[in-house]
């Protein structure tokens, strides 16, 4: 069997991620593995057409990155470290969440990635689309996804 040395685990930062870091956690601790924690933040370029100076879309996102990464850390400190677990690296990235994210699995040669899914249903999945399912079926390696409201807590 293969043993999982490097976890990618994709974060929104929503009330969903805490839900599965306990998963990513044991997986990480079965394989004694690294865990790259990714946030990956929208690019709003697409309002340049909308008489939007480049300089204030790029500073908008700019600001979201450097949040993001207060919040990434604060989240890596509450689900990992504070539980005695410190090799996670946080990283936050602009652009389209599922390219991103099979970026971070070529580019840092990750073994697994685990994330979970929202349960989206009709309008708002056409609109929103699904990153899991996405990842799930272009991924190079095995995801493990988790619907964290079909799970239980223990």
């Keep these: 069997m293969k043993r999982f040395k490097k976890?990618?685990?994709?974060?929104?930062?929503?009330?969903?991620?805490?839900?599965i870091a306990p998963w990513v956690l044991d997986m990480a601790l079965t394989f004694d593995a690294q865990v790259l924690v990714l946030f990956v933040?929208?690019?709003?370029?697409?309002?340049?057409?909308?008489?939007?100076a480049p300089e204030t879309i790029e500073s908008f996102e700019n600001d979201i990155v450097h949040g993001a990464e207060r919040s990434l850390d604060e989240f890596i400190e509450r689900q990992f470290q504070s539980k005695g677990f410190d090799r996670c690296t946080p990283r936050?990235?602009?652009?389209?969440?599922?390219?991103?994210?099979?970026?971070?699995?070529?580019?840092?040669?990750?073994?697994l990635v685990i994330m979970g899914t929202h349960g989206r249903k009709g309008l708002e999945r056409v609109l929103f689309g699904s990153v899991a399912d996405r990842v799930v079926k272009m991924c190079t390696v095995p995801?493990?996804?988790?619907?964290?409201?079909?799970?239980s807590a223990s």
């Design 41 to 52: 933040a929208r690019r709003f370029d697409h309002f340049s057409t909308v008489y939007v």
């Design 7 to 19: 976890i990618l685990f994709p974060v929104d930062l929503s009330e969903v991620s805490p839900k």
């Design 92 to 111: 936050v990235v602009l652009g389209d969440a599922a390219e991103e994210i099979l970026e971070a699995v070529s580019k840092d040669q990750m073994d």
């Design 143 to 151: 995801v493990l996804t988790v619907n964290p409201y079909r799970v």
